[in-house]
């Protein structure tokens, strides 16, 4: 489904329990909603409906012209909701996704049950510019995102997951290869600048922070110092993956998820339960 937010039109889809919790999902740069798959039957079993957002660019979301910044990102997660009158949502983001979550509960506290972080950063580093610039200057030239996808999937699923898995892998592979050139560059230059470090104490909502062990771009020291920044951040790693545990570890990562949400969704019950 298409909503429009203004600057673009977005997709998403929403489903599962009519009156459930609502979980919103957030994927990573040069991905779409469909990394999630994995997550999807246990989020289902547990009672809870289901918001996948496509973010801009990506999917099947429009890219507006121009870079963006993480809090017209951010912004555009509150938008939705608000088209869709969901009050509040247990947000779960990855990568960008999870840097995307950060800016959220920082700047639309009241609409975050509660808050999971995946394999993100609280800042962008000192030369993060310098760092993405070969990568944006091959995809604008190109035109595509061909050039920098093999490099990237390496990054997030293991070699053994794609003897193992080869359709599921290439499936990603297809995500990264559809992925608007100018999408892909808007959000990039997002990542590139943005610093969540002093703001994250302010997170009230209760949060989780998930990393997979061996994630060469997002490390878990990385993802460590978020749940520390966090009053009360929980930290939980994933052994044996890379930068994409749901999909490279879905018993692990669901059973930490799950976890989390259905203590938070119990904790809400008792504190809204009737004297």
């Not at 509960?105 to 509660?114: E, F, G």
């Not at 943005?194 to 994630?215: E, Q, T």
């Not at 790693?237 to 692990?252: M, S, T």
């Amino acid at each position: 489904m298409l909503a429009s937010l203004g600057s673009h039109k977005a997709y998403f889809d929403l489903f599962g329990a009519e009156n459930g919790p609502v979980v919103c999902l957030v994927h990573s740069l040069a991905s779409d909603s469909g990394m999630w798959a994995e997550q999807i039957p246990t989020l289902l079993e547990g009672g809870y409906r289901v918001l996948r957002i496509d973010i801009r660019g990506h999917g099947g979301s429009e890219a507006p012209a121009g870079v963006y910044s993480m809090k017209e990102l951010a912004g555009d997660v509150a938008a939705l909701l608000d088209k869709l009158a969901i009050e509040k949502a247990h947000f779960v983001g990855l990568s960008i996704g999870g840097m995307i979550g950060q800016g959220f509960a920082l700047d639309h506290p009241r609409k975050v049950a509660s808050l999971v972080v995946c394999d993100a950063v609280p800042a962008s580093p000192p030369n993060a510019k310098d760092l993405w610039a070969p990568r944006l200057k091959a995809v604008g030239d190109a035109k595509s995102l061909e050039p920098v996808a093999g490099g990237t999937i390496e990054r997030w699923l293991s070699a053994d997951f794609k003897k193992k898995n080869p359709i599921r892998w290439q499936q990603i592979f297809d995500a990264i290869v559809g992925t608007k050139p100018k999408g892909f560059i808007g959000c990039a230059t997002a990542i590139t600048d943005f610093n969540f470090v002093d703001r994250l104490p302010s997170i009230k909502a209760p949060s989780l922070v998930i990393c997979g062990a061996n994630d060469p771009g997002a490390p878990p020291a990385e993802n460590k110092r978020i749940a520390s920044l966090i009053p009360n951040g929980r930290y939980e790693e994933v052994a044996d993956a890379l930068h994409f545990p749901n999909v490279e570890r879905p018993a692990a990562f669901n059973r930490i998820l799950r976890g989390f949400l259905d203590a938070q969704n119990r904790r809400i019950n008792i504190v809204g339960a009737p004297a």
